[in-house]
């Protein structure tokens, strides 16, 4: 067979470095257990923070709507893609978020790609933590920006790459809560800098949202941040809020500046109708059921004292995403397959996710969980991890 590309050496090289990713395929909605290849496991892998994916009202809500706008928007938001569902889905976001506009989009990957490369270009410079997510990286790239990273949460790194870098523009983008590690941006520090600089602040909250402050609304509320301070706000909806798809909040003229230029707003199909009406129950329970967050919070306490009791290696996070680090790539793989054998659907991590030698189980807890869930979780993870020597070795 031709191969000009030489695909499959590419492919040879991944599956010997240990890097060649595989799929699952899930038979059961998603869940604290779900059914994967005709087995039932514990999921301690999935974004579902709040366990509200399979949640009856917004399963509900999503047939109501289908009844009501059929299935597909039928064209993008300019065109006449945008309904009534996903008008009144940006007001109450705007509302949760405390900003004056919000605009959805239909996946984060696309708001982030979107609001980066509509704000910016040649002449300016765009300034990302290390750690970022991958989207905001490409986000850079794409807008042909210069693109500068600073070493993870170092604020006075940052500071000093601000002013030594020239743009007409400057942008700091950061994660709110680190994907792959669960840890916090120290959001106020960031925006104190960012302002020194006459340059604006980015938060991509994916994973603080629906969890974090008083209310859920996200890592801004818990430092208490206004859109003064944090003028840019991505959210995504296919993580706590249990459903799909992403915004950006703001001030009024952010959002008429996207509308007007950001090119994966613009030339795409609107979401479905019905996920933006199954989103709205869900940023209805998460008004009215704040048990959910304070279950989750007692569990990931539970969890770390329990992990601290058997002397696990957890990374510093007092967020859902729990990362036991094991270092290499080839153990983590071995350890998250033990961990299969013994019902456990837990991930390891790899380059060029996370930095090499910084493969990890990424562990993530949800308001689905129970108790028993958890102790079970930490007997497995105590038997995998001191077979290998895995213990409090950081
Ligand atoms: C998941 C994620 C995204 C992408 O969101 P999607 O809606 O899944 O495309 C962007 N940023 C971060 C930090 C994420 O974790």
Redesign the pocket.
Known sequence: MSDPFNLAEGLAEKKQQHLYRKRLEVQSPQGSEIKVEGRDYLNFCS?DYLGLANHPDLVQSFKDAANRYGVGSGASHLINGHSSAHQNLELELAEFTGRDRALL????????LGVISALCGRNDAVFEDRL?????IDAALLSRATLKRYRHNDCAHLEETLRHTKGNRKLVVT?????MDGDLAPVPELASVTQQHQAWLMV????GIGFLGAKGSGTLEQFNLPQQEVPIL?G????ALGT???FIAGSEELIETLIQNARTYIYTTALPPAVAAATRTSLGLIKTEPWRRQHLAELISTFRSGAERIGLNLMPSLTPIQPLHVGDAKQAIEISEELRRAGFLISAIRPPTVPEGTSRLRITLTAGHTDQHIAALLEALDKACSNRNLSANL
């Open positions: 974004n989009f239909s996946t984060g990957y696309m708001a982030n970022n997510h991958a989207s905001l994660d709110g809560v680190f994907s991509d909250d994916a994973h991505m995504t909806l296919g993580k799909f798809g992403a």
